[in-house]
Structure formats: C-alpha cells, structure tokens
C-alpha cells in the first residue's frame, strides 16, 4: 500500500504538483488552523485537525488529478474505497495496452541486432515498439562519434527495418551509457504506457547522469514550461536522500544532445 501512495505522489508532483498549488494548499491549510483557534479549538486537537486538513485536500487535488491522467487513475483504482470510484471498463479502457510481439517479430529483432554488430556497432539494446511504429536501438559510443554519425547509424538501421517490409516502421537511435538509468530499459517497460514519454524520460536520464558523472540514478521528469516554452529536464532531489547542494553543484545548466534538442536544467527540492 505504501508503494502505490509513494508512486501516486511521484507521478503527481513531477507531473502536476507546482509552486503555486503548493503555496494554495499551504494557504489553505493555514487559514483553516487560523480559523480553529478563533474557534478555542484545544491545543491537544490541533495537530489532528491539521493533518484532517491536509489529508481532505490531498485526496481532492488527487482523485482530481486521477480524471486527468490514465497513469494516476490506474494507480488509484487499486486502493480500497478510493478504488470503486475508478475501477470501471470505461477507465481501464483509456490505458492502452503493451502489444505482445510474435515470433517472426523477436527473430527479426535478432537478426537485426546481429547485423548491426557485423557493421561493428556495440549494441546495448534494439527492439520494435509496435504500437508506436518504431524499431528503437541503443549504440554503445562515444558521445562526439555519436554526434558525428548519427544520421548515418539512423539511416543504416532505416535500412535494415524497412529490408523486412517495414517500410512503415520509423527509427531511434541513441547512445546507450553503461552505468545509467538506461540499464534498466526493456520492452516490457518501453512497450506500455505512457510509451514514448517514458521512453525519453529514460534516455534523457541517461546523458545527464552521464554529463554529472553521478554515481546515483537521478530522479527526473521531462516537459515545457509553458505551451511555447523551452524543452525543460525537472531533476527531483529528496533531501532524505540526497545531497541536494553537491547535486545542484554538478548539474549543467542545459543539456544538449543531438536526437532530443536542448533542455534546460530545472531542480525541485522535495521533503522541504
């Protein structure tokens, strides 16, 4: 139970949670405090009425939030009570489903790889994504080769993907860093939602711990500020967890990268 409150949070703050809902809620809960003691609410009470408070506008903003996003709403429809409210064929239908590939497909995915490694590509991983359409590969190179070779490594694979009748198929090609956040990737993860939104979110992740030189998965999420804003890389650093100033000290102020644009560099301190 813990898990999914702990990941129904994650997903709320790196997705919706911001500045000034914080200061709303903080606000809120203040002059609800504020109004008690006009009230002579007892001492000894207080501290139960304010997290009564809390709680009630958690769980608003939450099952709020739960309408808006399938991720959310499958996590709710999980918890007792809570639950009954979105435990319907009609939510459940809103979260697309992971495509189980067949065998000519995984073969394929196979022979593709070892082509590649004929070409003398160090492959970190490579598989289709049927639902999106694309053949995805991660190359294990140096970052300025990579930049270098890019359009080339995307057409050789375009190539070899549209040699199986895949002609409808697109690309992605990227670097795969060893001892990254990308080691975890799979298609069981990259297959299912939120598809290529978690994906890049993953990718990302990986060249700025490379670019940190971190020894820790940092915890991120990927947006824009605004409709026409800038590309933007929110980095969350739990201060239970983490040395927020050394992580601050060795973040860059944009990332750039030659298959996802440039992003700025945003940090959010949490458990302040």
Not at 82 to 106: A, C, W
Not at 145 to 158: N, P, R, Y
Not at 244 to 253: D, F, I, Q
């Amino acid at each position: 139970m813990g898990d999914m409150f702990k990941e129904t949070k994650q997903y709320y703050e790196k997705n919706y949670y911001d500045q000034n809902i914080h200061d709303h809620i903080k606000k809120s809960v203040n002059e609800e405090i504020n109004n008690g003691r006009k009230k002579s609410i007892r001492t000894h009470n207080r501290k139960s009425y304010y997290l009564a408070t809390a709680a009630a506008l958690f769980i608003a903003v939450l099952i709020g939030t739960s309408f808006l996003s399938p991720s959310v709403s499958h996590v709710m429809a999980d918890l007792p009570i809570i639950g009954s409210i979105f435990d319907s064929e009609e939510e459940k239908k809103k979260i697309p489903k992971k495509v189980n590939k067949n065998q000519k497909m995984l073969n394929e995915e196979e022979e593709i790889k070892g082509k590649l490694r004929e070409m003398g590509h160090s492959i970190g991983l490579a598989f289709y994504l049927p639902y999106e359409e694309i053949f995805t590969v991660g190359i294990k190179i140096e970052k300025e080769t990579f930049q270098k070779t890019h359009a080339e490594l995307e057409q050789q694979v375009s190539k070899l993907v549209h040699s199986y009748g895949r002609e409808n198929y697109e690309v992605e090609v990227f670097r795969y860093i060893e001892g990254t956040h990308i080691e975890r990737a799979s298609y069981d993860e990259w297959g299912d939602w939120p598809f290529d939104l978690g994906r890049k979110d993953d990718i990302i992740t990986s060249y700025l711990e490379d670019e940190t030189g971190t020894s820790e998965h940092l915890n991120t999420s990927i947006g824009t500020g605004s409709k026409n804003g800038p590309n933007i890389i929110t980095v969350y650093a739990d201060t239970s967890e983490t040395d927020v100033e050394a992580l601050k000290a060795s973040l860059p102020e944009k990332l750039k990268t030659v298959n996802f644009g440039t992003y700025d560099i945003n940090i959010k301190v949490l458990g302040e």
